[in-house]
T-cell receptor
């Protein structure tokens, strides 16, 4: 059974810093992996989707990498801003038609 | 980008009444929709998966007679909480997906409070 973990659980950084959020999954046989952010009291916003055949995806200041063999994905945020403060979740999709498995999230605070 | 609209964003109801929550994909056809429940400071708990035109698949421990899910079209799924009780108070979120390899898109959630 696929399990997804995220480290750290919470992170606080000063504005302008580059930072990395980690996502680990136990079963390397994934179909794709998606990163989301969730603001308090809101739904999830899709950030990046990486297919199993891809190594990374970029969108603006965000870069997500995928290393299936080691069961890891990282989300890199460059030049962090207070508006980046949110909870970031990763979710792994198994290849056999089963549903996404979500990690518990990393709560990020970017201090002005 | 793809938009999923969830309505209402919040609802307060009395114990024993039923509440319907709608989830619409506005600019794409959603072959699959998912319903989640989220408790404060916790991650998402998948309740059920619905495919257009077929019965929803419920996760273990989720009462299908309590949480009625209908996915009548490729753009609309509804979750009805029947005979609501205070313990049903929670944040409910839907998500929708076009094809299996396309991104998952979420609605903004519904805050349900049962008094």
């Amino acid at each position: 059974k696929q399990e997804v973990t995220q480290i750290p659980a919470a992170l606080s950084v000063p504005e302008g810093e580059n930072l990395v959020l980690n996502c680990s999954f136990t079963d390397s046989a994934i179909y794709n992996l998606q990163w989301f952010r969730q603001d308090p009291g809101k739904g999830l916003t899709s950030l990046l989707l990486i297919q199993s055949s891809q190594r990374e995806q970029t969108s603006g200041r965000l870069n997500a990498s995928l290393d299936k063999s080691s069961g890891r994905s990282t989300l890199y945020i460059a030049a962090s801003q207070p508006g980046d403060s949110a909870t970031y979740l990763c979710a792994a999709r198994p290849p056999n038609g089963q549903n996404f498995v979500f990690g518990p999230g990393t709560r990020l605070s970017v201090l002005p | 980008g793809a938009v999923v609209s969830q309505h209402p964003s919040w609802v307060i109801c009395k114990s024993g009444t039923s509440v319907k929550i709608e989830c619409r994909s506005l600019d794409f056809q959603a072959t699959t929709m998912f319903w989640y429940r989220q408790f404060p400071k916790q991650s998402l708990m998948l309740m059920a998966t619905s495919n257009e035109g077929s019965k929803a698949t419920y996760e273990q421990g989720v009462e299908k007679d309590k949480f009625l899910i209908n996915h009548a079209s490729l753009t609309l799924s509804t979750l009805t909480v029947t005979s609501a009780h205070p313990e049903d108070s929670s944040f409910y979120i839907c998500s929708a997906q076009g094809t299996y390899n396309s991104p998952l898109h979420f609605g903004n959630g519904t805050r349900l409070t049962v008094t």
